[in-house]
Structure formats: C-alpha cells, structure tokens
C-alpha cells in the first residue's frame, strides 16, 4: 500500500529544508525551466508566470490524492531547486523534474535527489521495489549522477522527436549505493 504525505509535509535531512512546491515558487521555478543553459534537455516551458501558476494549481489537486509530490529544496532560507515524484504505482515510482540554481555545490543537488528517493522508498512506501527515470540522451551530468546512484539503463524512448534513455534503480541498490554516497559527501546516513 502507498502511503500519502500529509498536506504542509516539511522535513530536513542533511541540513536541506524541503517542503512541497507552492503557487509562490512560480517565478523561481519558471526563472530555473527557462534559463536555457539549465533547460537545454527539459521539455520547452512558455516563459509565463500566470501558466506556472496554473501548472502548480493542478499539480495541488494531483498532491491531495497522493498522486504525485513535487519538492521545494530549501537551505538557510534560499530556494535551490525542485524535484517530483510522480508515475506512483504499487511497486514503483518516477523521480523527475529534477532542476537546481546554478552555481551550487555540487552535494546540494546530489543529496536532494538522495532525499526524494528515501521519501518515496521510506515514507511513502515501504513495498516500492523500483524508481524509474529519463534522461535525455545528452545529459551527461545526469547520466552519470544516476549511475553513480546504482541506476541502471532499461530502454529508450522517443518524446517530441527527442531520444532518452530509460533507467530504474531497486530499493536494494539505493540503500547500498545511498550509504556509499553519504560517505563519499562526508554525511552520516
């Protein structure tokens, strides 16, 4: 069974606030889809506050019935990024919409992508066995990330005349490669 996060979930893990997404992150996550060094491999976004809004008004009602989560990553009162989870199913869950402000150290991204799994694989459902995701192709930095992560490639797709590469990670692969993560980021699992 999958557990639903209660309305105003918060937590902090590795010293990062995280928090579900709001109608007021519009303009930050917007100035992130937009920026087009940082959006390169995502889906085009309308550079249109009101249409982000809406977005995330929608997204709210997809949160209330537990069908997918999408995260704010707070430290020290600065917004860094977003991440989701989404594709919620018995056994498995899609991690995405994984963007992050430029400029940041590097672990900040690295344990927020750490943290929305342990969300999914520990809070929401303990029977999870797998997390799927997909990159696109030329998202080096991604791919690499993912299979340092345990990762592994299941297939590829074609979406909008772009090709990416399918991949799935098992609850089993994150706890090993999660506590070998940690280490390396000098954090305590």
């Known amino acids: 069974m999958v557990n639903k996060l209660p309305l105003g979930f918060k937590m902090n893990k590795y010293g990062i606030d995280v928090r579900f997404v709001e109608e007021s992150d519009a303009e930050f996550i917007l100035s992130l889809r937009t920026d087009p060094k940082l959006s390169r491999y995502l889906h085009a976004t309308d550079n249109d506050v009101e249409k ?25 009162e600065n917004k860094l990024g977003v991440s989701r989870i989404y ?25 927020s992508s750490i943290i929305t799994k342990e969300i999914a694989f520990d809070i929401l459902a303990l029977e999870f066995e797998v997390c799927n995701d997909g990159v696109h192709i030329n998202n080096q930095k991604v791919l690499k990330a993912n299979k340092m992560m345990g990762m592994k490639e299941t297939g590829r ?14 609850k089993e692969d994150f706890n090993k490669s999660k506590t070998k993560m940690l280490r390396l980021l000098n954090y305590e699992n």
């Open 52 to 76: 982000q809004r809406q977005w995330i008004r929608k997204y709210k009602e997809r949160e209330a019935h537990g069908k997918e989560y999408y995260f704010m990553y707070i430290k020290n």
């Open 87 to 111: 594709n919620i199913e018995e056994k498995s869950f899609t991690v995405g919409s994984w963007i992050f402000s430029p400029g940041l150290s590097y672990e900040l991204p690295f344990l």
């Open 157 to 170: 797709i074609i979406d909008n005349g772009e090709t990416f590469i399918t991949m799935s990670l098992e």
